[in-house]
Each structure stands twice: as structure tokens, then as C-alpha cells.
């Protein structure tokens, strides 16, 4: 997603408008200053996208077409975060961050998408959600027009990130190489954790998703004559939860069928260049024209959805916590659910400026589209090898090797045919989104 950014970066040397190229120095053989980059964000994001649902039981369908689907729900949902960001210099092109996003207010809703009315949205007739709606604002209350799910404004913070950098090269010290980056940032759970429950649907603002994460990055920047090509790489993967995420949640899907239970691992690339307006190299002012891109690719794991807070304690969708032990040991659903791998592109413009060397500030914009994919995912579970002499664990003692059997460790606990099963999927489709935002920079 794209976002505004208002930047603060202190200096002690001149530096270039693009932040891809800022260092901050640490204390060096050259004059012994500690450089230091002070930087403030704030980014207003816009999202949208249509919920699908795939449809079988239509006598006049053909057996050779592919799966029919059907309009049920459109999503719309506003963000705006604040994030503060310092960068402190060790020694000779090495740095420390640490950085804290905290989302302001965040607001989301479901309405019913062109041609659905509260008669025929599959959501309602399957009882997920009542035909008066939804109104979470309200205390459950019936919603108006068309909308039929509103959620409760969110606001607080997610994690805190810690990082560390090193510089290789840096085009500062020495023009005839560019400036490469390395670094690697752990991104630490400390805000509550996002839950909803519709029996008291104020009780939790929170936006939190108590889930610890590591990410690697590089970047490389180069400044020739007019043009300063871009680009960073990064990758990032959950290694831990707190303990009352939703991702571990249940711990008894563990040695049962459950596969990717986890928030699903993130990599992707920014690209870019700035095209030079105005220079003047006496007194360090500067404007320049940012265009790149970026893609991110989504792999599949669990994650909150569209649908997540309408899932939620859903007593429609109640899980079996052991699939094993006879009669159903009834575990409410989490909302999250198996989020089918995709890709999200964006477009990204910027105008940066330097008012002497100290002080940047740039305004942004992104627009955001994402590719279909599957919202509800999970799969019934893992097919297991048939016990024998030699095998009396990790086996079922009547294997069929094709399907999965029931009342066996073969089952995964979080399985809904309701939502999951082939044919009852929901399928979020045209995503689309836009980012403005302001960064401000001082470097001292």
C-alpha cells in the first residue's frame, strides 16, 4: 500500500533530497561528528475491493465451465498512520533505528455490491450476517442503505521497529561508486491485538496483530547529472507471537492437519528515479520528480481479511478444536483465516525538496492495485501414509492416500467447509488503492 510521508532528517553534511541516499555518518576518521536522521511520516490510505463468492448448484450451468462465482459484499476501508522514525550513526557509515507507526484511526465497512440486495447476498442467507446488517458502532445495531457491516474506528499501535544499517559505499565520500545500503529490522509486537466479538463489538480498538517480525533489506542509489535511479530489496517473515495472537490460535492445530498457520512471509522491490528540476549547489536547494514503482509479493498464510471481524465468534462457523476425540469440541473462529497467495503492484510519485542541507520534505502519492485471490483458503487438511509394522506414528490406521479421512490427525481444526470448501470460498477481486502522504527530514 502506498502511503504520504512527512520527513524530518538532521545532518551534519550536505545530503541528497532522496532518502535512498541519505547515511548517517557516526563518527569517522574525517572529523569525528555523529550523525544523526530525525524523520516524521504520515500517510492517509484508501482501500477498496469486491468480495466474491464462489456459487455451485446452478442447474444451468455446464459441467466443463469453470467454477462459477457470484457478487456478494464491496470493501471500503481508510487508514491514517503517524510514524516516527531515528536513525543514529555508530561509526563510519553504521547506524541504529528504531521507528514507532501508530495508526490514528482506521475505518472499515461492507456494503452490498451492484445487483445484491440483503435477499440475495450469500453472506446473509448463509447466516453470517443478520438481513438488518451490522452496525458495530451501534452496538450491533441494524445499518442503512446499502451498507451492511460497519466496523468500530481502530486506532493505537501495532510494533516497534528496531534496526540496523551499513553503508559499503557511499556515493558522499566517494563519487565514483553509488551509495549501497544494508540493513535488517526487527519489528517488535507491543499494541493489544485486533479482536472483535459481536456480543460486545466496542470492547477491542485495537489494531494490533502480536505478531513478531524479521526484515531484510539493501538499497541502492546513484546520482548521475540530472537522474537518481533507486532501488531496494526486501524480505520479511514472522518468527514469533505474543501470546494472545489470533496466529496462535488454536494451539491444538498443531500435530493435526493445519499448513500455514502462520502470517504468511512478504518480499518485494521499490524502484525508482529522481528527475532533477532545480539545483542550486551554493545554497543546497534543491526540487526533484520522483516516478517508480513497487511490487510485493503475498505469500499464503493466515491473515485479517475483508471478512474478518464478520467471521469472528461467528456461531455459524464454529471450529472442531480435535478432530481426533469423538463429538465436537467447539472453538469459536478466530477470524482470521488462509489468505491465498498474490501480488501487489503500485505506481508512486513524489515531489522532493531541500531547503539547504539540512532540511528535506517531499509530498507523495501511490495508487495500489492487487491481483484475485482467495480469501478463505485453508485446506481440509494433509493426506498421512497408512500405519504398518513399521510405521505407528505420524500414519492413520485406515489410510485411503487420496482424501482426507475424518476423526483423524489427517483433519486440519481450522477448516470450515462453510466458507472454505471448493465452491463456498470467498474471493476478494479489483483491489484498488491510493496513498498521499508528507515526509519532512532534518539531518543534524
Given at each position: 500500500?502506498?502511503?504520504?510521508?512527512?520527513?524530518?532528517?538532521?545532518?551534519?553534511?550536505?545530503?541528497s533530497a532522496n532518502p535512498a541516499a541519505d547515511?548517517?555518518?557516526?563518527?569517522?576518521?574525517?572529523?569525528?561528528?555523529?550523525?544523526?536522521?530525525?524523520?516524521?511520516?504520515?500517510?492517509?490510505?484508501?482501500?477498496?475491493?469486491?468480495?466474491?463468492?464462489?456459487?455451485?448448484?446452478?442447474?444451468?450451468?455446464?459441467?466443463?465451465?469453470?467454477?462459477?462465482?457470484?457478487?456478494?459484499?464491496?470493501?471500503?476501508?481508510?487508514?491514517?498512520?503517524?510514524?516516527?522514525?531515528?536513525?543514529?550513526?555508530?561509526?563510519?557509515?553504521?547506524?541504529?533505528?528504531?521507528?514507532?507507526?501508530?495508526?490514528?484511526?482506521?475505518?472499515?465497512?461492507?456494503?452490498?455490491?451492484?445487483?445484491?440486495?440483503?435477499?440475495?447476498?450469500?453472506?446473509?442467507?448463509?447466516?453470517?450476517?443478520?438481513?438488518?446488517?451490522?452496525?458495530?458502532?451501534?452496538?450491533?445495531?441494524?445499518?442503512?442503505?446499502?451498507?451492511?457491516?460497519?466496523?468500530?474506528?481502530?486506532?493505537?499501535?501495532?510494533?516497534?521497529?528496531?534496526?540496523?544499517?551499513?553503508?559499503?559505499?557511499?556515493?558522499?565520500?566517494?563519487?565514483?561508486?553509488?551509495?549501497?545500503?544494508?540493513?535488517?529490522?526487527?519489528?517488535?509486537?507491543?499494541?493489544?491485538?485486533?479482536?472483535?466479538?459481536?456480543?460486545?463489538?466496542?470492547?477491542?480498538?485495537?489494531?494490533?496483530?502480536?505478531?513478531?517480525?524479521?526484515?531484510?533489506?539493501?538499497?541502492?542509489?546513484?546520482?548521475?547529472?540530472?537522474?537518481?535511479?533507486?532501488?531496494?530489496?526486501?524480505?520479511?517473515?514472522?518468527?514469533?507471537?505474543?501470546?494472545?495472537?489470533?496466529?496462535?490460535?488454536?494451539?491444538?492445530?498443531?500435530?493435526?492437519?493445519?499448513?500455514?498457520?502462520?502470517?504468511?512471509?512478504?518480499?518485494?522491490?521499490?524502484?525508482?528515479?529522481?528527475?532533477?528540476?532545480?539545483?542550486?549547489?551554493?545554497?543546497?536547494?534543491?526540487?526533484?520528480?520522483?516516478?517508480?514503482?513497487?511490487?510485493?509479493?503475498?505469500?499464503?498464510?493466515?491473515?485479517?481479511?475483508?471478512?474478518?471481524?464478520?467471521?469472528?465468534?461467528?456461531?455459524?462457523?464454529?471450529?472442531?478444536?480435535?478432530?481426533?476425540?469423538?463429538?465436537?469440541?467447539?472453538?469459536?473462529?478466530?477470524?482470521?483465516?488462509?489468505?491465498?497467495?498474490?501480488?501487489?503492484?503500485?505506481?508512486?510519485?513524489?515531489?522532493?525538496?531541500?531547503?539547504?542541507?539540512?532540511?528535506?520534505?517531499?509530498?507523495?502519492?501511490?495508487?495500489?492495485?492487487?491481483?484475485?485471490?482467495?480469501?478463505?483458503?485453508?485446506?481440509?487438511?494433509?493426506?498421512?501414509?497408512?500405519?504398518?509394522?513399521?510405521?505407528?506414528t505420524g500414519c492413520v490406521q485406515m489410510g485411503?492416500?487420496?482424501?482426507?479421512?475424518?476423526?483423524?490427525?489427517?483433519?486440519?481444526?481450522?477448516?470450515?467447509?462453510?466458507?472454505?470448501?471448493?465452491?463456498?470460498?470467498?474471493?476478494?477481486?479489483?483491489?484498488?488503492?491510493?496513498?498521499?502522504?508528507?515526509?519532512?527530514?532534518?539531518?543534524?
Open positions: 500500500m502506498l502511503r504520504p510521508a512527512f520527513v524530518l532528517v538532521l545532518c551534519a553534511r550536505a545530503a547515511v548517517p555518518a557516526g563518527i569517522d576518521d574525517a572529523g569525528g561528528r555523529v550523525d544523526a536522521i530525525g524523520t516524521l511520516d504520515y500517510e492517509f490510505e484508501q482501500d477498496s475491493s469486491q468480495i466474491w463468492r464462489e456459487h455451485i448448484g446452478d442447474p444451468t450451468a455446464s459441467s466443463n465451465s469453470p467454477l462459477p462465482t457470484e457478487r456478494d459484499l464491496a470493501f471500503r476501508q481508510s487508514r491514517h498512520t503517524i510514524t516516527p522514525r531515528l536513525d543514529i550513526g555508530l561509526y563510519h557509515d553504521t547506524w541504529i533505528s528504531v521507528a514507532l507507526p501508530v495508526i490514528v484511526n482506521q475505518s472499515r465497512q461492507l456494503s452490498l455490491d451492484s445487483g445484491v440486495d440483503r435477499t440475495t447476498s450469500s453472506t446473509v442467507t448463509d447466516g453470517f450476517l443478520p438481513p438488518a446488517g451490522f452496525d458495530a458502532q451501534n452496538n450491533g445495531g441494524a445499518t442503512a442503505g446499502d451498507v451492511m457491516f460497519r466496523g468500530v474506528d481502530r486506532r493505537g499501535l501495532d510494533q516497534i521497529h528496531l534496526g540496523i544499517g551499513v553503508a559499503p559505499m557511499n556515493q558522499a565520500r566517494d563519487p565514483s561508486k553509488p551509495t549501497w545500503k544494508l540493513g535488517a529490522e526487527l519489528r517488535l509486537a507491543i499494541g493489544d491485538v485486533m479482536k472483535f466479538d459481536p456480543t460486545m463489538p466496542g470492547a477491542n480498538t485495537a489494531v494490533g496483530y502480536g505478531v513478531h517480525e524479521l526484515r531484510l533489506w539493501t538499497s541502492f542509489d546513484r546520482k548521475v547529472g540530472l537522474f537518481e535511479p533507486h532501488m531496494d530489496l526486501w524480505w520479511q517473515a514472522p518468527i514469533g507471537t505474543t501470546k494472545d495472537s489470533l496466529f496462535d490460535y488454536p494451539a491444538s492445530g498443531s500435530g493435526f492437519g493445519a499448513t500455514n498457520t502462520g502470517k504468511g512471509m512478504q518480499a518485494g522491490t521499490h524502484f525508482g528515479v529522481e528527475i532533477n528540476a532545480y539545483d542550486d549547489p551554493v545554497n543546497h536547494d534543491h526540487v526533484g520528480i520522483d516516478l517508480g514503482g513497487v511490487v510485493t509479493a503475498h505469500f499464503e498464510g493466515r491473515d485479517y481479511s475483508e471478512m474478518w471481524e464478520v467471521f469472528a465468534n461467528n456461531p455459524q462457523l464454529a471450529l472442531d478444536a480435535d478432530p481426533v476425540t469423538p463429538g465436537m469440541q467447539t472453538l469459536p473462529y478466530p477470524g482470521i483465516s488462509n489468505i491465498e497467495q498474490y501480488l501487489e503492484t503500485r505506481l508512486t510519485a513524489a515531489v522532493r525538496a531541500s531547503i539547504g542541507p539540512k532540511v528535506h520534505f517531499a509530498a507523495t502519492f501511490a495508487l495500489m492495485w492487487e491481483t484475485d485471490h482467495s480469501i478463505t483458503f485453508a485446506d481440509a487438511g494433509v493426506v498421512l501414509p497408512t500405519c504398518g509394522a513399521t510405521m505407528t485411503d492416500g487420496n482424501i482426507i479421512q475424518p476423526g483423524t490427525a489427517e483433519v486440519n481444526p481450522l477448516h470450515n467447509d462453510k466458507i472454505d470448501l471448493v465452491g463456498h470460498r470467498y474471493l476478494s477481486q479489483d483491489n484498488f488503492g491510493y496513498i498521499l502522504g508528507a515526509q519532512g527530514e532534518v539531518l543534524f
